[in-house]
T-cell receptor, first 114, second 111 residues
Framework: DAGVTQSPTHLIKTRGQQVTLRCSPK?????VSWYQQALGQGPQFIFQ???????QRGNFPDRFSGHQFPNYSSELNVNALLLGDSALYLC?????????????FGSGTRLTVV | GQQLNQSPQSMFIQEGEDVSMNCTSS?????WLWYKQDPGEGPVLLIA?????ELTSNGRLTAQFGITRKDSFLNISASIPSDVGIYFC???????????FGQGTELSVKP
């Protein structure tokens, strides 16, 4: 049973560029959340997608946007990259059903902005 | 962004020793979670807690959901080298809601 798959694993971008990160959720999961983890910090919630709509959003600027596809996979887009956007970006999937707590994280995409 | 207050930030212990770490929040949560993160990997769930006062074990790990719902602790007994890693607490306000993480406790175990 495949867990959460993220691509690419590493990425180097230049300031001002745009980036797209991808996530395939665990089988049976329909909700995808994205987190940003700066070096030495805990993950910070960016947003959550369910039924192809953004359901919750953390304290991140509009430069951060996302999308969820009918097969539940998701993309995170970041425009006008800043040096401070360098971080590990984690995708977490979960089933929406009541009583479930199961957030499964992927291994992340390490983004470096130079 | 909002983070929980997790302590200690790091621990250096001898193999076989017990470990205790805790997490506090200014907000009330209805779920507390404890994760472990190894280098180059995402966090892996260790223990989930759903009720105030709940004490839950997973092998050598024991965690408790504080009575005030604003804190939680994690104990590791008889540590072994593979316990090395970063441990995060996380709180959640509601079912399906976002997770709010602590800053992490980095554990080093000397054989």
């Amino acid at each position: 049973d495949a867990g959460v798959t993220q691509s690419p694993t590493h990425l180097i971008k230049t300031r001002g560029q745009q980036v797209t990160l991808r996530c395939s959720p665990k089988s049976g999961h329909d909700t995808v959340s994205w987190y940003q983890q700066a070096l030495g910090q805990g993950p910070q919630f960016i947003f959550q997608y369910y039924e192809e709509e953004e359901r919750q959003r953390g304290n991140f600027p509009d430069r951060f946007s996302g999308h969820q596809f009918p097969n539940y996979s998701s993309e995170l887009n970041v425009n006008a990259l800043l040096l401070g956007d360098s971080a590990l970006y984690l995708c977490a999937s979960s089933p929406r059903r009541v009583g479930s707590y199961g957030y499964t994280f992927g291994s992340g995409t390490r983004l470096t902005v130079v | 962004g909002q983070q929980l207050n997790q302590s200690p930030q790091s621990m250096f212990i001898q193999e076989g020793e017990d470990v205790s770490m805790n997490c506090t929040s200014s907000s009330i949560f209805n779920t507390w979670l404890w994760y472990k993160q190894d280098p180059g990997e995402g966090p892996v769930l260790l223990i989930a807690l759903y009720k105030a006062g709940e004490l839950t074990s997973n092998g050598r790990l024991t965690a408790q959901f504080g009575i005030t719902r604003k804190d939680s602790f994690l104990n590791i007994s008889a540590s072994i080298p593979s316990d090395v890693g970063i441990y995060f607490c996380a709180g959640r306000y509601n079912q399906g809601g976002k997770l709010i993480f602590g800053q992490g406790t980095e554990l080093s175990v000397k054989p």
